[in-house]
């Protein structure tokens, strides 16, 4: 008996049909992502760097790859971007290496293996300290200091990965 009531529902809905003296159809607007937006981060002349607080399980679980998505680049002079990272955990800091925007003003996304993690491991383990940071500095040795060139990039929250 559904069956029969579910296939007369859907032979009448194939035969109504809008014309001028119905009602228009309703406008459904696509989805453009089922992800919750991600927060983002400013780096600029004035503010050339930028630190995240970790759980230092992050790094002694295994994640030896930092991903770093560079979201929105306003650099209209196109001068040279050059953005170092290390790990910090209280006094000690570790490089884990450099990357730049290529060209000067375009997004991307980077991948920065940590070729030290056994030993950074070591001491985050050894350390007392509860959280460790990424921090995020910008090169401004490149850059004029006395010019007003206007620059702002726009980064998500480093994500660690396994290899």
Known sequence: ??????????????????TEASINPITIPAIVS??????MYE???AHPQ???????????????????????????????VTLNVKLSNGDKNWSVGNFTLYPSDKPGEFRLRINNVEEIRKKVHASK?????????????PIKQNTNDKLMIKISEPVFDKA
């Open 50 to 80: 930028l630190k995240f607080a970790w759980s230092p399980d992050t790094i002694l679980n295994r994640s030896n790859v930092i991903n770093i998505q560079i979201k929105e680049v306003d650099n209209p002079a196109k001068v040279p």
């Open 1 to 18: 008996m559904k069956w029969v009531l579910y296939t007369g529902f859907l032979v009448a809905l194939s035969q109504w049909t809008c």
């Open 129 to 141: 300290e509860k959280t460790f940071r990424v921090e995020i500095d910008l090169d401004t040795k």
């Open 34 to 39: 089922c992800q919750p937006a991600q927060k």
């Open 43 to 45: 780096i600029t002349l």
